[in-house]
């Protein structure tokens, strides 16, 4: 019985996902993807993870079972694209090879509303659609739901305090007016 009740609900899911996974099938670039559910230490989200990804269009470095994911794992995997559940960012620019990934040098790091990638049936289909927009934006031009997707901060890109970031910021526009009251 609890195996017929698994089945049907996969059936539901994939059902659910059918019409982003029939928009993604013809695709032929699928960006190696990374969803982190957590990132202190860096864990994968498991569960639908890898079917989600699928269905959204994207290569992962996923399984049904979350677990953490060494730094080595990350820099082997090389993502393209690292998407993070929350808000939480504490430690990542630690981890050995961060800033060599691929989505940080290429700035393609985001912030998902958690919910949108823990919630079973049509809360999973949304995420299917909202990561589908992510990786293939030019495909998908749906508006993203109000605040479900976010850029990460600059300091993940970057290695410096959001501080630091304002403080450059300002010593930019500093010297741009001392170069205009030059000329």
């Known amino acids: 019985m609890t195996t017929q009740i698994a ?8 059902a659910a996902w059918e019409p982003v996974s029939k928009r993604t099938a013809i695709m032929q670039a699928r960006p ?5 559910a957590s ?3 860096p864990r994968s989200l498991g569960l639908w993870e890898k079917e989600l990804l699928i ?7 996923a399984s049904s079972e979350a677990h953490d994911i060494s730094a080595e794992e990350l820099v082997a995997f090389a993502p393209e694209i690292i998407i993070i559940a929350g808000e939480n960012l504490e430690g990542l620019t630690e981890l050995e090879g961060w800033f060599t990934l691929p989505a940080v040098t290429g700035h393609e790091v985001y912030l998902v509303e958690p919910a949108y990638l823990s ?20 495909r998908f031009t749906e508006m993203l739901p ?8 600059m300091s993940l890109f970057t290695g410096e305090s959001e501080e630091e970031d304002e ?12 170069d205009d009251s030059h000329g």
Do not use: C, K, M, W
């Open 7 to 14: 089945e049907a609900a996969q059936r539901e899911l994939l």
């Open 32 to 36: 190696r993807t990374v969803i982190l």
């Open 39 to 41: 990132v202190n230490p």
């Open 55 to 61: 269905a959204a269009g994207a290569t992962g470095l």
């Open 119 to 138: 919630e079973v049936g049509e809360g999973l289909a949304e995420a299917a659609r909202v990561l589908a927009t992510i990786l293939h934006p030019s």
């Open 146 to 153: 109000t605040f479900s997707v976010q850029l990460a901060p």
């Open 167 to 178: 403080a450059d910021e300002e010593e930019n526009a500093n010297d741009a007016g001392q």
